[in-house]
């Protein structure tokens, strides 16, 4: 790399390289098996494949957090091969075991065998078997590869899975593969895939192991929603009839311009339930929802890359994934839309409650200030009045004092006519308290 280069250059290219499948050849079996991971049995894998990792003398374990392991427990011609993947809320281990001869029986009747001697050789190595190294066990798969000529008759093969009904195909663009699976559960766990090749490459039978991993995998993944679906298909009705009559309540009470507090109070105690309870719903299961539809759409792009090309008389795996799968990833994608639109009708109705109260609050508070503003108006007429009436008072009040004085003048022989003096004081008195108040009323 060159100094000019983005730091990031080289990791961001080397993704494109992450993930390499591990090369496939005839008559080898892969037993594959996925796991759910929480916080503590994601650590307790870790410490399990770097354990293992260390064992067989990879340098550079614990560096950073892998993602990714591909160690060879015994090399060719009897070689086995563990690759462990490390995904966002699970992992995958698949064990690859190298055979002499193809499938002689049922694939449930020789892989207790094939995972004894897996976990013989882990336990050599110090490690536990697959099924301890942590989380709980959401997919298992059991592919096996066989160097044969493809059939036309399924009844050719289903004695290899116990007699059941099969789905199959031809796969890939070059038609030289075909896959079967009776798509069951067997007691073990495992569901059993064949692989017929006649001149395919192995990596790209690793590609298509991948393929079918990634895809039982994920379909699991996905059909943890569909319970949750189910399960509140029943409160969600109850919560969207609830919804419908508190908007009907609420439609009837739009002209009534009057606060009607306890009803009010009612209808707003009613939403703020439904909310609350929406919003519970959404964030317990929303996220479950949102990744279901997420590894839905991988199902469907790992069916889509096997090419599959139908077999006379056989349903194919798409085709039965598309009637049985598709239907529950429509029930969950419907259950979350209805989430959405529930709380978004919550949401409006509150809005519009609110926006009638506010509406009758703003009516109300103008009929308060015009019944305010008139009676200040009263009021001022009235102190106006009052004040009218103290000049007269106080007027009367300060000429009677002057007229006393005038009367003790006289009596002490000054020239004075209290009449006289109290008929001139009278109106100058008054004018000045007039303009005194006028005075004191502009500067207040």
């Given at each position: 790399?060159r ?6 250059r080289?990791?961001?290219h080397?993704e ?9 050849w005839?008559?080898e079996?892969?037993?594959s ?16 494949i770097?354990n293992?990792a260390?064992n067989?003398?990879?340098s550079n ?9 591909i160690l ?12 462990w993947?490390?995904h966002?809320e699970?992992?995958?281990i698949?064990a ?9 029986k ?11 001697e ?5 336990k050599?190595l110090g490690c ?6 942590g989380?709980?066990r959401?997919?298992?798969?059991d ?5 044969h ?5 399924a009844?050719?093969?289903t ?5 059941n009904?099969?789905l ?14 009776d798509?069951q559960?067997?007691?073990?766990g495992y569901?059993?895939f064949?692989?017929l090749?006649k ?5 790209q039978?690793g590609?298509?192991?991948?393929r ?6 994920y379909?699991?993944?996905?059909m943890?929603a569909f ?7 029943s409160?969600?009705r109850q919560?969207?009839g609830d919804l ?7 439609a ?6 009057s606060?009607q507090?306890?009803q009010?109070?009612?209808f707003?105690a ?6 609350s309870k929406t919003?519970q ?8 929802f ?35 799968f ?11 839309k209805r989430l959405k639109n529930?709380?978004?009708?919550i ?10 109260i506010e ?8 009929a308060?200030l015009?019944?305010m ?8 007429r ?12 106080l007027?009367y ?9 005038a009367k ?8 004075i ?7 001139v004081a ?15 009323s502009?500067?207040?």
């Open positions: 790399m100094a000019f280069d983005h730091p990031l080289k990791v961001l080397e494109i390289h992450a993930r390499p499948p591990v090369s496939l005839p008559f079996r892969l037993l098996q996925s796991f759910l991971l929480d916080g503590e049995s994601r650590k307790t894998q870790i410490q399990w770097e293992l260390t067989l003398g990879i374990v614990g560096q950073t957090t892998p993602s990714f392991y060879e427990l015994r090399p060719a011609p009897q070689r086995v091969v563990i690759k993947e490390l966002g699970f992992s995958s698949s690859v075991v190298q055979q002499s001869a193809g499938l002689q049922a694939h449930a009747d020789s892989r207790s065998e094939l995972e004894t897996i976990e013989q050789l882990l050599q536990t078997p697959i099924h301890e190294a989380g709980q959401i997919a298992a798969i592919i096996a590869y066989e160097d000529d493809l059939v036309d008759d009844t050719e093969i004695h290899l899975f116990s007699g009904t099969l199959g195909s031809t796969i890939l663009s070059s038609r030289r593969g075909q896959l079967w699976t798509l559960l067997n007691e073990d569901i059993s064949l692989v090749q001149g395919i490459g192995s990596r039978a590609r298509i192991a991948r079918i991993i990634e895809a039982e995998t379909r699991m993944a996905a943890l319970p949750l679906a189910k399960s509140l298909s409160p969600l919560a969207e419908a009559k508190l908007s009907g309540e609420i009837q009470t739009q002209h009534d311009l606060v507090t306890e009010d109070g009612h707003l009613g939403l703020s339930q439904l909310a919003e719903w959404i964030s317990e299961h929303g996220l479950r949102t990744a279901a539809e997420a590894y839905s759409q991988l199902v469907k792009k790992n069916l889509m890359e096997l090419s599959e090309s139908p077999i006379p008389g056989v349903q194919m795996l798409g085709e039965f994934m598309d009637r049985r598709e239907p529950a990833m429509n029930t969950c994608i419907w259950t979350q529930l709380s978004e009708r949401s409006t109705t509150t809005q519009t409650l609110r926006a009638r509406f009758v609050n703003e009516e109300q508070t103008q308060l015009a019944s503003d008139k009676r200040a108006k009263m009021q001022l009235l102190q106006e009045t009052v004040e009218g009436l103290s000049v007269l008072v007027t009040y300060a000429v009677s004092l002057l007229a006393y004085m003790g003048g006289k009596h002490a022989g000054m020239d006519e209290p009449e006289v003096v109290a008929a009278a109106p100058v008195i008054a004018i000045v308290l007039y303009l005194l108040n006028k005075l004191r502009r500067q207040s």
